[in-house]
C-alpha cells in the first residue's frame, strides 16, 4: 500500500471512510483506556500530529501499548472525520506495525526543558514542536529568499569562504591551515613560514562575501550571495554566534534609493510566504513563545516603512524623554537601545535610517557631497534592532583610492577590486541581511542559539 | 525615464518604434563607419547584447566613439525592429551619455585567452560570454534544485561547517583555529593545548553534512543540506577543488530505491529547468565549448536510467573487449575508467550501480543480507563517470555500533549519531551530488576551476 503523508491528510476537507490508508511515523503520545488506546503520531511531514484509535482486539496490541516514545510504526487505518473533535479526523487503526524500536530512557519525554538543556540535545531537539517550527520556517523563508530573488533575475553567486583577504579589516577571523600546530614549521626570522601551507599563504574563514559579488554585479547586474560567515569574536550575547549565514544582494546601475525598495520588498515578501506556507508552525510560536509574533508580521507586511536621515534620528533621540546608558551625539555609532527607541517608540514600525558619518562606516561606502557622511542605510525593526544594512559603494576610482588610503588598508590586497572601478566605474549597491537576526524576527526565539541547527559559540563545536 | 532590462526586450516579439526607452549596460563593441557607429552593449539582464546605432552628428559622438570597452553608458532610443537582421532589432540612439569611465588597457580585449590566464582574472572573467554562461546555469542550477526539493516538501537545514568530527574517518580536513601561529600555546606534554582556543578543542572544515542531517531527517522525514564542503587534499586534477558546494538529501521511511528514484527526478528536474530557463546559454556553450552539450542535456532527460547491481557491473568490465589500465575483480572500488565505460560504452546514458562490496564503503552504510553488500548506489554518467553517491544508512543500532568498532572509530565521538538509532531505529536513505560535479555535466566544461567563482586549489587563495 502506498504511504500517505499526513500532511496531505489535512490537506484534504473531508476524507472517505471506505478507503484504507496507511502512514508510518513516530510516535509521541500514548494514553490507553479500558477498551481503547489513543496514540499521537507525528511523520515529520508538518508540525501536526495525527490521532490514531486503537482498539484492544488488536493484534500488536500488548506490544504497541508499552511502545516507548519514538517508536516508530506503520499504521494502516481508515480515516474518520470527527467534526465536533479537537482534531479534524482520526484514524482507526486496523493495523499497526512497530518497525522500529526506541528506548524508554529518551531524554525528551513529555514536559519542559529549558533551551540550555535542549541546546545539548541538538541532534534531537529538531523532533520538538518549538524547535520543529523554527526550523521549517528557517528552510521556507530560506526559499522565499530564493524566490523573490531569482524572480527579479537576480544570479545566485558562490562567494569564497576561505579567503587570504579581511573585508572589513574587522581582525577577528578565524585561520584555516592544515600545518602541524604540534610543530608548526618556522622561516629564518622565527616567524611561521605559510608558504608550506596549503595555499602558501596564511588564509582565514570570510567575514562576508560582499566585495566578490561586487566583481559579479559588474557582469550580471544584479547578484548574491546566500551563504556561511564567520567571526572568531569571543562574544557571549543572545545575538552572536562564531557561524552564520548572510544574504548579500548586490546591484549595478542601482542607488541607495534602490536599496531601500528592494530591501523592503524582499522582507515582506518573506514574511507574506511564512504567512501563507507555514501558519500552523506561527500559530505555534505564538502560542507558546512570543504572543506578538503574528500581529507584528502582519504588521511588518502591511506597513509603509519609515525612513529619515542619522542627522534626523540623532536630533529625534536627543529629544526623547527617555535616558540612554550611552550618550546620544551626532558621530556615534547607534546602539542598540537607541535603534529600538527609535523603531518601537518613535516609529511603531520598522524605519530606514541613511547617510551615516562617514568616519564610523567602512571604506567602501560611497561619500555624499557633504563629505562628512556617506550613502549607508541601516534597517531598525521592533524587537531586534538593527536588521539589514547596505550602502551604495564607492564606485569612484580616484576616491576609493583615496578611502583606502586613508583606513591603513594595504592598496595591493586590493588591487583587484580596485580594478572593478579602473575598468567600469558603475554606480552601484548593495545590502547585507543575518540570516539568522530575520528569523529571530520572524519567529520571536530569543536567542540566536535557538535559530540555528547546530550553532557554534565560543566553547561550542558539539554534533 | 525608466530604465528598461535588454532581457525584457528580447521577451517582446515586436516593439513600438514611437516610443523612447532608456538602457543602462556596458560597451562590449564598438565599430565606427562613415556616418554612423554600431555599439553592441551588454546590461547583465541577459547573455545577448543589444546592437546601437549611433549616428554621426549625435552629441557626445566623438567621446562616444573614443570609449573603451567596459565604459557604463546611458543610450536612450527606439527600438526599431530588424527582421531581416542577425538580431531582431536595434536601438536607434537619440542620446547617448557616459555614466563611468573605464581604462584603454581592460585586460580582457575581444579575442581567445586561454582558461589559466582567466582564472588570474576571476574578478573580471564573469564579463566573458563563456562565464557569463557558466555562472548564470549555476545560479539556475541552484534554484531548481531548491524548487524541486521544497515541492517535495524537503526541509533544508544548514549543517554546520565548523566541526569538532571527522564524518568518514577521511583525515583530509582543513583545521580552524584562533591561536597564535607563532607561538602556539602548549600544555605539559608539549603538544598543542587545544584549550586555549576558540572553541576548548581541536576543530576542522567539514567534509559533509550527513551525519548531520540525518538528525534533522528524523525529525522532518525528509531534509537537504545544500552548502560548502572541504577536502584538504593535495590534488591538482581537473576535478577537484578544496572547497565546494555539496547537495545532501536525507529521507526517512525510504530505502535504496527511493534514493534513486528522487535522484533521477531532481537531476531531470534540474535538466528540464535549464533547457527552458538557461536556452541562451545552453546555445552558447553548445557552440562554443561542447558541441555535444544540448544533445546529453536533452537525451538525459527523457532516457530512463540504467540500474544494475555492482557485481553484475563487474560482470560487463570482465567481458568487455576493452583493456582497463586498473585492474578488474570483484572487491575493486571502479575507477573513472571503468565507470565511463559501463555508462558511455554500455548503456549510453546513466545507470545506477547498486549494493557495492562493504569493505569499499563507509560504515554508515546498511548491510545488505549478504553480509558481503552494501545498500550503496552511485550515479554514473557519460564524460563524468561518479556523479551522486548515495545510500540506505544503518539504522539497526547494533550493527551500527558493531561498525563503528571495526571501522575502528571512537564510538564517544559517535554518541549523538548512535542515540539518533536508540530512540529511532527508522530506515531512512540519502545521498549527495558535487554541485560542481554537477555543473561541469550541465556546461561542458571540463576544469573544475571554471565552474567556480573564485576556486580555492593548493596554492591558490586569490580575490
Not at 507525528?42 to 511502545?67: H, P, R, T, W
Not at 542607488?255 to 506561527?282: F, G, H, P, R
Not at 509603509?304 to 536630533?315: N, P, S, V
Request: aromatic share 10%; with cysteine.
Amino acid at each position: 500500500m502506498e504511504n500517505t503523508l499526513v500532511k496531505s491528510l489535512y490537506a484534504q476537507a473531508t476524507h472517505d471512510e471506505d478507503v484504507s490508508v496507511e502512514v508510518t511515523g513516530w510516535l509521541k503520545t500514548l494514553r490507553s483506556s479500558k477498551k481503547i488506546s489513543f496514540l499521537e503520531i507525528n511523520d515529520g511531514s508538518c508540525i501536526k500530529n495525527v490521532q490514531v484509535i486503537m482498539e484492544n482486539g488488536l493484534e500488536n496490541y500488548e506490544e504497541i501499548k508499552k511502545a516507548p516514545i519514538y517508536t516508530t510504526l506503520k499504521v494502516v487505518g481508515t480515516v474518520v472525520d470527527t467534526p465536533k473533535a479537537k482534531q479534524p479526523f482520526e484514524i482507526h487503526a486496523t493495523e499497526i506495525e512497530v518497525l522500529g524500536n526506541s528506548d524508554s530512557d529518551y531524554p525528551l519525554q513529555k514536559k519542559h526543558h529549558t533551551p540550555e538543556f535542549l541546546r545539548e540535545q541538538a541532534h534531537l531537539r529538531p523532533r520538538t514542536n518549538t524547535f520543529y517550527a523554527v526550523f521549517r520556517i528557517r528552510s521556507l523563508a530560506a526559499f522565499a529568499i530564493h524566490e523573490f530573488l531569482q524572480k527579479n533575475n537576480f544570479v545566485y553567486v558562490n562567494t569564497p569562504l576561505i579567503t587570504s583577504s579581511d573585508t572589513e579589516g574587522a581582525g577577528e577571523m578565524f585561520k584555516v591551515t592544515t600545518l602541524d600546530l604540534n610543530n608548526v614549521p618556522k622561516n629564518e626570522e622565527g616567524k611561521v613560514d605559510s608558504t608550506k601551507d596549503f595555499f602558501k599563504q596564511p588564509t582565514n574563514l570570510t567575514v562576508s562575501g560582499q566585495l566578490n559579488a561586487e566583481a559579479f554585479a559588474l557582469a550580471f547586474r544584479d547578484v548574491y550571495t546566500f551563504g556561511p560567515a564567520f567571526r572568531a569574536e569571543d562574544s557571549h550575547t543572545t545575538r552572536h554566534a562564531a557561524e552564520f549565514w548572510m544574504v548579500e544582494p548586490e546591484m549595478a546601475f542601482a542607488n541607495l534609493q534602490d536599496v531601500i525598495n528592494v530591501s523592503e520588498d524582499m522582507l515582506k515578501y518573506v514574511i507574506n510566504y511564512l504567512l501563507e506556507n507555514a501558519s500552523d508552525e506561527i500559530d505555534f510560536l505564538n502560542q507558546n513563545v512570543d504572543q506578538e509574533l503574528r500581529a507584528r508580521l502582519e504588521a511588518t507586511r502591511d506597513a509603509d516603512f519609515a525612513q529619515i536621515t542619522y542627522t534626523e534620528a540623532i536630533d529625534k533621540l536627543l529629544a526623547a524623554d527617555q535616558e540612554f546608558e550611552n550618550k546620544v551625539e551626532w558621530g556615534i555609532d547607534l546602539q542598540t537601545e537607541h535603534e529600538r527607541y527609535l523603531s518601537e517608540k518613535v516609529y511603531q514600525k520598522p524605519v530606514f535610517i541613511t547617510d551615516y558619518p562617514r568616519d564610523i562606516k567602512a571604506f567602501y561606502m560611497r561619500e555624499n557631497e557633504d563629505h562628512k557622511t556617506v550613502a549607508a542605510v541601516d534597517l531598525l525593526v521592533p524587537g531586534i534592532g538593527e536588521l539589514i544594512g547596505g550602502s551604495q559603494r564607492e564606485e569612484r576610482l580616484a576616491k576609493l583610492n583615496e578611502k583606502i588610503k586613508e583606513f591603513n588598508l594595504d592598496p595591493e590586497e586590493y588591487k583587484w577590486y580596485l580594478e572593478l572601478r579602473k575598468y567600469g566605474e558603475t554606480e552601484h549597491s548593495g545590502f547585507g541581511i543575518g540570516f539568522e537576526r530575520l528569523l529571530m524576527y520572524v519567529t520571536g526565539v530569543e536567542n540566536i542559539r535557538d535559530v540555528i541547527p547546530f550553532p557554534r559559540t565560543p566553547g561550542n563545536a558539539s554534533f
